[in-house]
């Protein structure tokens, strides 16, 4: 199984990449963490945010893997405990179908994506930088990997 993350967004800080880098790197061979970073469109020319998001859902479309399971996250989305997430990641390596995250740009994504998803998933209430949620989502699916191999990670 693999964890892919579609990202709209480029050249992010080095402390993020170093953060999510981190996460990454601890997931097992079995469950390993792909990072899939999509060119944002310009938003200097004069488009509206939804021809912005439509030129970003035809990269992401573009994107995904075939026949993997779809997690756009939004902040209208569901929200898991950690918990509930571990029982998620136990489905997803039942079925040993890859399961992919779709993190949107500035405007979001566009609402045929969060259509095609198969949860439409919120980390937090809060508004959070695009790159934090790179590092977030990682940490999450590894202290969900840690929950459903009793690893001493996660603490309850």
């Not at 060119?39 to 859902?57: D, F, H, N």
């Not at 980390?123 to 990997?145: D, F, I, N």
Request: aromatic residues 8%.
């Amino acid at each position: 199984m693999k964890l892919n993350i579609i990202a709209v967004g480029q050249k992010m800080p080095v402390w993020i990449a170093a953060g999510f880098d981190e996460y990454a790197k601890r997931m097992p061979r079995e469950a390993m963490i792909n990072l899939i970073e999509l060119k944002p469109e310009k938003r200097a020319t004069g488009k509206t945010a939804e021809q912005i998001k439509t030129a970003e859902r035809d990269r992401i479309i573009a994107a995904l893997p075939k026949d993997s399971t779809i997690w756009a996250l939004d902040e209208h989305g569901e929200q898991l405990t950690t918990v509930a997430l571990a029982q998620h990641f136990n489905d997803w390596q039942s079925a040993g179908r890859d399961t992919c995250f779709i993190i949107g740009g500035a405007d979001g994504l566009h609402e045929d994506i969060k259509q095609r998803g198969n949860k439409l998933f919120a980390l937090s209430k809060l508004t959070l930088p695009h790159g934090m949620v790179r590092v977030l989502l990682a940490e999450q699916l590894y202290r969900a990997w840690s929950i459903t191999q009793n690893h001493p990670y996660h603490r309850e």
